[in-house]
């Protein structure tokens, strides 16, 4: 009885589903920091397969984290630093279970995690006009946006990957996933996946035969802004009903705290936390002032100093 090898399985499912050949072709150089983690016993495999040019860090599978593992532009030094001294086209960054996946840039600067879905969603639905996407609540405007200019439907659903995947399930999508980085692509497979959205984001920009600065100028801006409060005391349906009462023209959604949607594109989302007794707002809008007038108008709904 042959041992099933689950890498080259998963892999070989990767490459039935991209272009290859478009990927070969453009010899990509690309650093990938693997923290040491899951990322170490896929990624040499599915790059070799892909033609690409592996310049790893931290690539020993011995679960020994060399920064703090969460994938956030503040834990990133190493493979910004490597990304710029090796001259590489440009680095992916895992986290330690390899669902999450950070992207930097051709000049090393670490990229918002929002852009690894956003530019997975883009490629897939320049090819699948028409399908439907899910993300969460608090997941970047410009994904709705390149739904919308493909003439295709975004829909919401709580935070939560298990979430996620139901409304995937549930509308048939043929993409989503969460701003943290996380990309679910049900054709290979129904959770989060660092490899199949780094391969997905290499065939856009083979396909494309642009650098990330430059795809990523083709998507829609927004700027993003994150922030966390102390419930302790505090009646969250009085919280929602202040703010509601305050931003009228909004539209409203109630199916995980509360989200406010504006008719520019910007949001507003406050939800708690499920593990600490805080409560957190997220929002964008499509340029800094906006967002912090959004925040501070909240703030000051609410009596938050």
Not at 112 to 136: D, F, H, M, P
């Amino acid at each position: 009885m042959s041992i099933p090898n689950f890498t080259k399985e998963h892999a070989d499912q990767i490459l039935a589903h991209v272009n290859v050949k478009m990927i070969r072709d453009r010899k990509f150089r690309v650093a990938v920091d693997m923290i040491n983690a899951s990322a170490c016993v896929m990624d040499p495999y599915l790059f070799e397969q892909l033609g690409v040019k592996l310049i790893p860090l931290n690539n020993i599978p011995n679960g020994k984290f060399t920064h703090k593992p969460e994938p956030l532009k503040e834990n990133l030094t190493d493979i910004s630093n490597l990304v710029k001294e090796s001259k590489a086209d440009l680095g992916f960054a895992h986290d330690p279970d390899a669902d999450r996946l950070l992207v930097i840039n051709e000049k090393g600067e670490v990229i918002l995690e929002e852009y690894s879905l956003a530019l997975a969603i883009e490629n897939v639905l320049s090819k699948n006009q028409g399908r439907t996407i899910v993300i969460n609540l608090s997941t970047s405007q410009m994904d709705a946006d390149i739904a919308k200019k493909y003439g295709s439907e975004c829909f919401r659903t709580k935070v939560g990957e298990g979430n996620v995947v139901n409304g995937i399930l549930s509308h048939n999508a043929i993409i989503g996933g969460e701003g943290n980085g996380g990309i679910i692509y049900p054709t290979i497979n129904t959770v989060r996946d660092s490899f199949t959205g780094l391969s997905l984001i290499l065939e856009l920009l083979a396909e494309r035969n642009q650098t990330v600065s430059e795809c990523v100028a083709t998507l829609p801006k927004y700027f993003m802004k994150k922030d966390k409060w102390s419930v302790v005391g505090k009646n969250l349906n009085d919280i929602y009903l202040k703010l509601k009462s305050n931003f009228k023209d909004a539209e409203t959604d109630e199916q995980d705290g509360l989200r406010l949607q504006f008719s520019d594109g910007s949001w507003l989302h406050l939800r708690p936390s499920n593990t600490e007794p805080i409560i957190r707002l997220f929002g964008e809008a499509k340029d800094e002032k906006s967002i912090e007038t959004l925040f501070n108008e909240a703030k000051l709904t609410l009596g938050i100093k």
